[in-house]
DNA sequence: CGTAAAATTGATATTTCTCAATGAGAGTGG
DNA sequence: CCACTCTCATTGAGAAATATCAATTTTACG
């Protein structure tokens, strides 16, 4: 946590001191390979409401999300949205398909993210089967998130998709800091609706009756799970 | 395409004679490789209906499909579907997060797969960071596949995601085969309704409003583009 | 042909959406 | 410190899309 770099330069963090070092991909690199992604990677802060990359914009790096939170989305020409995920730290991000971005990546509050050039990481990581196989694992994970999210979408009822939504970032969060029954969440209304495929006001009703069969309870930024069971099985179904 | 095995073994056909050696995973391959390869996986047939797998199942083995169609689905506890995909020749299966089948894949018409151990195929792809590289690619375009559908999942009217339907597999077919106009459609119709959520009411609904709106011509088994242009606008809005 | 499965069509029900208004929290400037 | 304002969230009433239930028709297959 210490550094001895000039001032201006107080985030440029050494990856062996790194927050996500042992969480990230960079997990699967020695301290020589680690020394060499230092001088490919830079640290880079964004504000709450940053765009980190656009969708169809040329993508020319890749990101370690290091700290924070970012709605990951897709935007139809006539404006309606659809949140593909979130991204919390630890997450590798930039794996496009083709030369453009296929989703939108803003910040849900402020955001560190490790930014490398998509040359030089693409000729780094090249010849590194063990990175190659980590990254390969992060897209899988990736995959069989999006499939479950598509059992969701097509055929779960907005109850469902509250209480799954609810439970799966609980959990997500569990994995970062440790279990706890009252849970943040930093995204609007409004990013839950686009990530669940409803409406804010069908996703404020649906967490109104849950906190009125009191499964959870409601706070400005956070709900407490009070019947974590029921609000499983719901999830489960 | 000529074989001068003895019967019984006639599928066992070369890496190199493949029909999806260009397009298919194996393509990362030199001539050595495909060798090598050859003894470690076999050809197997699957009649329609048959199960390649099944969610939750021991994922033992992967397999690049030769020929054939195949849907792949996740069931929920109570019975309901969501179908996440259909494979084509060329598509490569089995990249589980855990230890388990995410999904099941089944047969729609008869099939051919070319099955590897697992242990074996991990060995063989370990130290091979082309290959790796290649399923990279793969995962990253599966997983470009996978939001595509969540927007269609989740924001776009039952109208839209059957045009979106079938001008994609339109798409795909046509890089298989070449581009017509008249699409096959092995799948049933349920199918359909459980690949876009919708209901086999609705699927078939929106189908004959297509026809009556002289969009597509429907036959058994198979739709044709009338207005190919309209279908692509509903299905890119 | 005759039968079973698949697809279509119709009538009605239900969920979720849309439109509109109200309420609550956070930041700002007097 | 308090009104003011802006954004976000909640609530209500009615509309719309899709689901459900129930025939009927078409297609596939022995």
């Known amino acids: 946590m210490k550094s001895s770099l000039p001032a201006g330069q107080l985030e440029e963090l050494l990856c062996i001191d790194c927050a996500v070092r042992r969480s990230g991909i960079c997990a699967a690199l020695d301290p020589d390979e680690l020394q060499e992604l230092d001088r490919l990677g830079r640290h880079v802060h964004f504000q709450s409401r940053a765009t980190v990359f656009a969708q169809e914009e040329l993508a020319t790096s890749f990101y370690n999300l290091i700290e924070g939170v970012l709605r990951l989305y897709k935007l139809l020409p006539d404006g309606r949205r659809q949140i593909v995920g979130f991204a919390?730290?630890?997450?590798?991000?930039?794996?496009?398909?083709?030369?453009?971005?296929?989703?939108?990546?803003?910040a849900?509050?402020?955001?560190?993210?490790?930014?490398?050039?998509?040359?030089?990481?693409?000729?780094?990581?090249?010849?590194?089967?063990?990175?190659?196989?980590?990254?390969?694992?992060?897209?899988?994970?990736?995959?069989?998130?999006?499939?479950?999210?598509?059992?969701?979408?097509?055929?779960?009822?907005?109850?469902?998709?509250?209480?799954?939504?609810?439970?799966?970032?609980?959990?997500?969060?569990?994995?970062?800091?440790?279990?706890?029954?009252?849970?943040?969440?930093?995204?609007?209304?409004?990013?839950?609706?686009?990530?669940?495929?409803?409406?804010?006001?069908?996703?404020?009703?649906?967490?109104?009756?849950?906190?009125?069969?009191?499964?959870?309870?409601?706070?400005?930024?956070?709900?407490?799970?009070l019947k974590a069971a029921r609000a499983e099985a719901l999830a489960a179904v």
Chains 1, 2 share one sequence.
Do not use: Y
């Open 88 to 106: 919390l730290p630890g997450d590798f991000l930039g794996m496009a398909v083709s030369a453009r971005h296929g989703f939108s990546a803003d």
């Open 108 to 225: 849900i509050g402020p955001v560190v993210v490790c930014q490398f050039a998509r040359a030089s990481f693409s000729q780094f990581i090249a010849d590194k089967p063990h990175l190659l196989r980590r990254i390969n694992a992060f897209a899988a994970r990736e995959l069989n998130l999006a499939q479950e999210h598509m059992v969701l979408l097509g055929r779960r009822t907005a109850e469902e998709r509250v209480a799954s939504f609810l439970i799966g970032w609980r959990d997500r969060l569990a994995r970062l800091k440790g279990p706890a029954q009252t849970v943040a969440l930093p995204m609007s209304r409004q990013d839950i609706a686009d990530f669940l495929g409803l409406t804010i006001e069908t996703v404020s009703r649906t967490f109104t009756r849950l906190e009125r069969d009191e499964v959870i309870e409601i706070m400005p930024g956070r709900i407490t799970f």
